[in-house]
T-cell receptor, first 114, second 111 residues
């Protein structure tokens, strides 16, 4: 199957700082990528859909000014958590849609905000 | 509301038996269905996809689709303890760009 990478795999930061997470499709071009968040023992929650060259579409309740998404190329999408707070601590997972319609997930980034 | 429904479990199955995981979906127009496996603390991993009514087999896994009943299932034959995980059913609903996931079924294979 197709490979999606994420970096970093784990990050610990102080409250108030910003954190950038990168998501790359390694062996295919992805016009659409997705960002999810998962809290312990809960299901995946879609945060936003990222389309190459256009603004991301955010799910209801997700603050677009706090979670900045950029999809500048067909292989890279970034999520920046701005002014992170302890309640933003979670497991952030990206996925990329490989033609025709299969989504492959990155390994995830575990964010801990102190 | 467009939904994918799964029984959260836990579903406990003895080693070597067949594990049967079920999923229903709300959008009769959906065409593509996916099963993912997620180990604790890891991201989901694609197991199978199915587009056509009937069965699709891949090794120990068989996906079954019944569009008339809006029902998808995953059978795992000769279950192993390493199959213990949460299994997520997903489908494209309502023409959305992204998959809609069920909440997942927690499967436990007892040695």
């Amino acid at each position: 199957g197709a490979v999606v990478s994420q970096h970093p795999s784990r990050v610990i930061c102080k409250s108030g700082t910003s954190v950038k997470i990168e998501c790359r499709s390694l062996d295919f071009q992805a016009t659409t990528m997705f960002w999810y968040r998962q809290f312990p023992k809960q299901s995946l929650m879609l945060m936003a859909t990222s389309n190459e060259g256009s603004k991301a579409t955010y799910e209801q309740g997700v603050e677009k000014d706090k979670f900045l998404i950029n999809h500048a190329s067909l292989t890279l999408s970034t999520l920046t958590v701005t002014s992170a707070h302890p309640e933003d601590s979670s497991f952030y997972i990206c996925s990329a849609r490989s033609p025709p319609d299969t989504q492959y997930f990155g390994p995830g980034t575990r964010l801990t905000v102190l | 509301q467009k939904e994918v429904e799964q029984n959260s479990g836990p579903l406990s199955v003895p080693e070597g038996a067949i594990a049967s995981l079920n999923c229903t979906y709300s959008d009769r127009g959906s065409q593509s269905f996916f099963w993912y496996r997620q180990y604790s603390g890891k991201s989901p991993e694609l197991i199978m996809f199915i587009y056509s009514n009937g069965d699709k087999e891949d090794g120990r896994f068989t996906a079954q689709l019944n569009k008339a009943s809006q029902y998808v299932s995953l059978l795992i034959r000769d279950s192993q303890p390493s199959d213990s995980a949460t299994y997520l059913c997903a489908a494209y609903l309502g023409g959305a760009d992204g998959l809609t996931f069920g909440k997942g079924t927690h499967l436990i294979i007892q040695p």
